[in-house]
């Protein structure tokens, strides 16, 4: 079993399984995409967890790669209503049915991917950019910004957004940073700041 990203026509295998499943058997799958983090789990079992900022744009949809048959199924729309049945289909195919796309219900940034921050943040003044941890079994990296003139912010986010957690780490070199939250624009924001050793 493999998760596969496609960019530009390639594919790349970022997270895999040993196991299959069992022909003519349902199966319930539940994918969650939440910017960089994916899981998938089968019958409520995670099989598969990655870690790429590649997902965090992209097309939604399913998807089954099998060598067509030499006897091709009867296709259950042409068959009598009486005689209706994914039976014969299902042996040869995956068949999908009931797929429900809900909006994702948590975010997550460990900053993994060094370079120039990206993946849908909204850069403000200042220089910012990720850099990862010297240790390659490492969670997380770190987000670094160099101010420049007056305050440098990152934003992200929706509107939409309520009664959310925030967990973050925030070591200030020097001057204040903090956390901005229920932001609207540059006059209506709350913020939590760091400065001097003073919350």
């Known amino acids: 079993r493999e998760l596969i990203v496609i960019q530009d026509g390639r594919e790349e295998v970022v997270a895999s399984s040993f ?11 539940e994918i969650r995409i939440n910017y960089a983090r994916v899981s998938l789990m089968i019958d409520n079992h995670i099989l598969l967890e990655a870690l790429d900022s590649r997902l965090m744009s992209g097309g939604v949809g399913v998807w089954c790669d099998v060598a067509p048959s030499a006897t091709p199924a009867a ?33 997550e940034d460990n900053f993994r991917s060094p370079g120039p921050l990206s993946g849908g943040w909204l850069l403000g003044n200042g220089l910012w950019k990720v850099q990862t941890s010297r240790n390659a079994n490492a969670a997380s990296g770190e987000l670094r910004v160099i101010p420049g003139d007056g305050q440098a912010k990152a934003l992200l986010g929706d509107r ?36 001097d050793d003073m919350l």
């Open 19 to 29: 196991g299959g499943y069992t022909p003519d058997q349902w199966y319930s799958a």
């Open 75 to 107: 296709d259950p729309k042409m068959q009598p209503y009486q005689a209706n049945s994914l039976h014969d289909l299902m042996k040869q195919h995956a068949v999908f049915d009931d797929v429900v796309v809900n909006t994702f219900d948590s975010f």
């Open 160 to 195: 939409r957004w309520a009664q959310y957690v925030l967990q973050v780490e925030v070591r200030p070199s020097n001057g204040q940073s903090g956390i901005i939250f229920l932001h609207r624009d540059e006059s209506n924001y709350s913020a939590t700041t760091l400065a």
